[in-house]
C-alpha cells in the first residue's frame, strides 16, 4: 500500500524482498526463505547467541542494545517458559518501517523470532501488531498460517524435533504500548502501565517467564545473518554498529521515503541526496534524528555518522530511524508545542514528573505559542523538562523532556520573538488563535 | 449477545494462544468493536463473563487504549494525523478542511451517522505523508482536493 522509493546509495538487506511478493510463502521460499532457521536448527544456541552478538547488530526500537548481548541474559535453565516477543507497536513519531517489514516480508520477522527462541531456549514467540495497522496483522496471520501449514512451525519444526509456537496479538492504540514493559502488561490484557525494572523482562517477563523483546526490524535482520555471517553484516557499519537501517525520510523534503542504508551513513546527504534535499529549495532548520523522543540538530549540526555512537557523540541518539526534517518556514516553538501535545496525551499517567510535566509543559507552550508568553517561562520550560529526567518509570518522561530542552536550548530566539503579545512570526495574520492566558 | 462465526472461531482460537484468558481481551475488545460499532454495556458484560473478569475491568482497560470507543461512532471514522511529519506537510490544515466540510469537530458525528471525524497521533505513515485513516484504510500524500474525493467516495457507499 505505501509506496516503495529507491535510491543507489541503498544497501538492500532487510528490505531486500521488498516489492517481490515475498507474502507469498512459496515466493518466500524461492528467495532464501526459512533456510536461516534450518541452519539455526543445526547449531549450538549458544554460537547463535555469539553470532548476533559479533554481528554488531542493535536494537532497532529505539535504545540500540546489542542485540546478542540481550538474549544472552535469558537463563538456560527456566521452571517457566521462555519467550520472544515481537514489538511491532510502532507509533513513534516519525516512524514508519516496521510497516513496510510486516507489508512486504512477513515471514523474516516469523524467521527471527523462531530463530531467537531456538538461541535462548524458548519454545512460543508473540509477534504484537499496532491495532491502527490492521491489514498488516491480517497479512501476518495468514504467513502463520502458511508456516504451520508447511510444518515450519508448531511441534517438531522442519523434522528437527524441536518446538516452536508463534501467534499474532494486535493492539488497540497506544504508544506507551511499544515501551517492553507496558507491551507485556498489554499482552497479557491489561493497561499499559509499565513495570518497575528490575527485574529485568529477560528474566522476568510474560506470565513471570523469561522473555526476550525485540524490534520487528532488529529480528527481521537475524536471519540475514545467519545466512551472510557476522562478519559480512558487522562491515557493513562502522565498528560495534554493524548492519543497515531503515531510515524513514519525511517532512520538508523533496523524496520523502523509507531508504535502507548502511549504518553510519551521512545525515547531511541523506538530506540532500536521498532525501532530494528541502522542497521548494527553502533552507533547512533543524532535524529529527530518530523519532519525535529525540534531541533535534540545527542545519549546522547534520555532517554526522548516523550510527548509534556518533549520534550520542553528537547529543542526540539514532532512536527508530524516523528522520524528520523541518524547513526555514516553520515555528519551532508550534514544533516543541505539538510534540508535547503528543507525550501528554499518551504518558500513562503513573509517575507525577510525567504526567504532570507533560500537562503543565502543553498548557505553558500553548499559551506561549499564542503570545500569552512571558520572559521566565522561556526558562521555566527548560527547568521543568530538566526535572523530568531520569525521575520517571519509564522513559516516556525523558522523551518528553530531551527534545524540548534541545528546542529551547537551540532555538531560544525564536521563543523570544513570540514573548509578550506578538503574534506567532510564523503565522500567516489571522491564522493563530486568539491568546489563552491559562489555556 | 450474538458475534459472528467468524468472531467466534477467531476467539476460541486466540483461548487457545495464551496461558491466561485474559491475554486475548485487547484484541477480543476490538474485534467485538469492529461488529457492534462499538464498546456497548451489553459488549462489555459478554466480554467479561467470558473471560472471568469484573465488568470494571473491561471498562478499565478501554479506558486506556485511543482506538476502543464506548460510544457509537459514525460509519466511516476519519482519523487525521496531525502529528510532526503530518504537521510539516499540511495534516492541520487538513483536519480544519475536514472539521468544515463535515461540519463536526475532534469525536464529532454527523446528525446522519455516515462519518466521525479524529485528530489522531502518529499513525505509521510518516514517510507518505498528509495521512489519514478511514476506518482501518490508510490514505496518504493527502491533499485538500485528495481528501474531499476519498470523502465522497465513502458518502456513496
Ligand atoms: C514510550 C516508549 C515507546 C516505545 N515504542 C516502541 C515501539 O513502538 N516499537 C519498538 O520496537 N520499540 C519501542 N520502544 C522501545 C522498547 O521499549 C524496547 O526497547 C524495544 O522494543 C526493544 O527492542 P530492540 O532491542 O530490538 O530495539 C519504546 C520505548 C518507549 C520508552
Ligand atoms: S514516565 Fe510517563 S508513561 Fe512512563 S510510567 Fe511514568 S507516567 Fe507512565
Ligand atoms: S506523523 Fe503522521 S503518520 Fe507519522
Not at chain 1, 184 to 212: N, Y
Amino acid at each position: 500500500m505505501a509506496d516503495l522509493v529507491s535510491h543507489p546509495d541503498e544497501v538492500k538487506v532487510v528490505s531486500k524482498r521488498f516489492g517481490k511478493s515475498a507474502t507469498n510463502i512459496d515466493r518466500y521460499l524461492e528467495l532464501d526463505g526459512y533456510k536461516a532457521v534450518q541452519k539455526a536448527l543445526g547449531m549450538q544456541p549458544d554460537a547463535i547467541v555469539n553470532l548476533v552478538k559479533d554481528s554488531g547488530l542493535r536494537g532497532r526500537g529505539g535504545a540500540g542494545f546489542n542485540t546478542g548481548m540481550k538474549w544472552s541474559f535469558v537463563p538456560k535453565q527456566s521452571p517457566k517458559p521462555k519467550y520472544i516477543l515481537c514489538n511491532g507497536d510502532e507509533s513513534e513519531p516519525g516512524t514508519c518501517k516496521d510497516r513496510l517489514i510486516f507489508e512486504h516480508d512477513p515471514h523474516s520477522v516469523i524467521e527471527g523470532v523462531v530463530i531467537a527462541g531456538i538461541a535462548t531456549g524458548s519454545h512460543a514467540g508473540y509477534i504484537y501488531i499496532r491495532g491502527e495497522y490492521r491489514y498488516l496483522l491480517e497479512i501476518m496471520q495468514k504467513a502463520i498460517k502458511d508456516a504451520y501449514a508447511r510444518g515450519f512451525l508448531g511441534k517438531n519444526i522442519f523434522g528437527s524435533g524441536y518446538d516452536f509456537e508463534v501467534y499474532w496479538h494486535g493492539g488497540a492504540g497506544a504508544y506507551e504500548v511499544g515501551e517492553e514493559s507496558a507491551l507485556m502488561e498489554s499482552l497479557e490484557g491489561k493497561r499499559g502501565i509499565p513495570r518497575i525494572r528490575p527485574p529485568f523482562p529477560a528474566v522476568v517477563g510474560l506470565w513471570g517467564g523469561p522473555t526476550v523483546i525485540n524490534n520487528a526490524e532488529t529480528l527481521a535482520s537475524v536471519p540475514h545473518i545467519l545466512l551472510g555471517g557476522a562478519e559480512w553484516f558487522a562491515k557493513l557499519g562502522p565498528p560495534k554498529n554493524g548492519g543497515t537501517r531503515l531510515f524513514c525520510l519525511s517532512g520538508h523534503l523533496n523524496r520523502p521515503g523509507v531508504y535502507e542504508l548502511p549504518m553510519g551513513y551521512n545525515l547531511k546527504k541523506m538530506i540532500y541526496e536521498v532525501g532530494g534535499g528541502i522542497s521548494g529549495g527553502r533552507k533547512l532548520k533543524a532535524v529529527v534524528p530518530g523519532g519525535s523522543s529525540c534531541p533535534v540538530l540545527t542545519a549546522d549540526e547534520i555532517d554526522v555518522s548516523m550510527d548509534f555512537d556518533s549520534m550520542m557523540k553528537a547529543g542526540t541518539m539514532l532512536g527508530s530511524g524516523g528522520v524528520v526534517v523541518v524547513d526555514e518556514t516553520t515555528c519551532m516553538v508550534n514544533f516543541a508545542l505539538r510534540i508535547m501535545k503528543f507525550y501528554q496525551h499518551e504518558s500513562c499517567g503513573w509517575c507525577i514528573p510525567c504526567r504532570e510535566g507533560t500537562d503543565w509543559l502543553k498548557k505553558t507552550l500553548t499559551r506561549f505559542h499564542h503570545g500569552g508568553g512571558v520572559k521566565k517561562d522561556i526558562d521555566n520550560i527548560q527547568y521543568l523538562s530538566e526535572n523530568m529526567l531520569g525521575r520517571t518509570f519509564c522513559p516516556l518522561g525523558d522523551a518528553a523532556a530531551m527534545p524540548t530542552i534541545s528546542i529551547v536550548k537551540k532555538f531560544r530566539k525564536e521563543f523570544e520573538d513570540h514573548l509578550e503579545g506578538k503574534p506567532c512570526p510564523f503565522e500567516k495574520a489571522g491564522v493563530t488563535e486568539p491568546a489563552a492566558v491559562l489555556a | 449477545m450474538k458475534f459472528s462465526d467468524q468472531f467466534e472461531a477467531r476467539f476460541s482460537d486466540m483461548l487457545t494462544h495464551y496461558p491466561t484468558k485474559r491475554s486475548v481481551l485487547v484484541p477480543t475488545l476490538l474485534y467485538a468493536q469492529d461488529e457492534v460499532g462499538y464498546l456497548s454495556p451489553d459488549v462489555i458484560h459478554e466480554i467479561a463473563q467470558r473471560l472471568d473478569l469484573t465488568e470494571l475491568e473491561v471498562s478499565n482497560v478501554i479506558s486506556y487504549y485511543s482506538m476502543l470507543t464506548t460510544k457509537p461512532r459514525g460509519k466511516f471514522n476519519v482519523q487525521v494525523c496531525t502529528n510532526i511529519a503530518c504537521m510539516l506537510r499540511g495534516g492541520e490544515e487538513l483536519l480544519d478542511h475536514c472539521k468544515t466540510k463535515l461540519g463536526i469537530g475532534h469525536k464529532g458525528t454527523t446528525p446522519d451517522g455516515t462519518f466521525s471525524l479524529e485528530e489522531v497521533e502518529c499513525i505509521g505513515a510518516c514517510s507518505w505523508a498528509p495521512a489519514a485513516q478511514v476506518n482501518y484504510d490508510f490514505h496518504e500524500n493527502l491533499t485538500v482536493e485528495k481528501m474531499d474525493k476519498v470523502l465522497d467516495e465513502y458518502r456513496k457507499n
